[in-house]
């Protein structure tokens, strides 16, 4: 699986990937809503999973690489989380520190939503994060998500869920065709 955007492409997580992942998931700053930074066996384990997601369900979350420099930049994709009791598709992502507030998140987010909408058969879309994660809920919004609920969680002791329809999706890829015409 490869998907592009204009600056960037997203693939399939390796091992090789290992070294520039684990400097973004090892990070205080970048996991400061995880319970803590992820050592070098989480982040083993974090590629892994992705993979056995892959084999699983066809998508999981992917390698983001800057198509400028071929470096890996974060990961980005979809996992079945369980969001409030039900199990749904959720877009997650990190980003390498230096390179926030450049839009490489929602670009990211808006292609694996492309994904969800044209690729499977699922009718919504969900992001999810812990109620202090403004970052997070920033991206969801910019990308047509609209708050769905917050909730008390273990995790993130309160738990912000954003989503967008096939529909609304549908509604946002019309006007944006519309503008550029």
């Given at each position: 699986?490869?998907?592009?955007?204009?600056?960037?492409?997203?693939?399939?997580?390796?091992?090789?990937?290992?070294?520039?992942?684990?400097?973004?998931?090892?990070?205080?700053?970048?996991?400061?809503?995880?319970?803590?930074?992820?050592?070098?066996?989480?982040?083993?384990?974090?590629?892994?999973?992705?993979?056995?997601?892959?084999?699983?369900?066809?998508?999981?979350?992917?390698?983001?690489?800057?198509?400028?420099?071929?470096?890996?930049?974060?990961?980005?994709?979809?996992?079945?989380?369980?969001?409030?009791?039900?199990?749904?598709?959720?877009?997650?992502?990190?980003?390498?520190?230096?390179l926030w507030r450049k839009g490489y998140a929602s670009e990211a987010a808006r292609a694996c939503m492309e994904f969800i909408f044209e690729q499977t058969m699922f009718d919504s879309v969900y992001s999810y994060m812990k109620y202090?994660?403004?970052?997070?809920?920033?991206?969801?919004?910019?990308?047509?998500?609209?708050?769905?609920?917050?909730?008390?969680?273990?995790?993130?002791?309160?738990?912000?869920?954003?989503?967008?329809?096939?529909?609304?999706?549908?509604?946002?890829?019309?006007?944006?065709?519309?503008?550029?015409?």
């Amino acid at each position: 699986m490869k998907m592009e955007t204009e600056r960037l492409t997203l693939r399939e997580l390796t091992m090789e990937d290992f070294d520039a992942l684990h400097k973004i998931l090892s990070d205080p700053l970048t996991m400061r809503h995880y319970p803590m930074p992820f050592d070098e066996t989480r982040t083993r384990g974090w590629i892994a999973k992705n993979m056995e997601r892959y084999a699983e369900h066809g998508f999981g979350l992917w390698a983001v690489i800057l198509k400028e420099t071929g470096e890996l930049i974060g990961d980005c994709g979809i996992t079945m989380q369980n969001i409030h009791g039900v199990i749904r598709p959720e877009i997650g992502y990190h980003i390498r520190r230096d390179l926030w507030r450049k839009g490489y998140a929602s670009e990211a987010a808006r292609a694996c939503m492309e994904f969800i909408f044209e690729q499977t058969m699922f009718d919504s879309v969900y992001s999810y994060m812990k109620y202090t994660n403004v970052a997070s809920y920033g991206v969801a919004l910019k990308n047509g998500m609209t708050f769905i609920e917050e909730y008390d969680d273990p995790v993130n002791m309160r738990t912000r869920v954003y989503a967008i329809s096939r529909e609304a999706w549908q509604a946002l890829k019309a006007r944006e065709v519309r503008r550029h015409d």
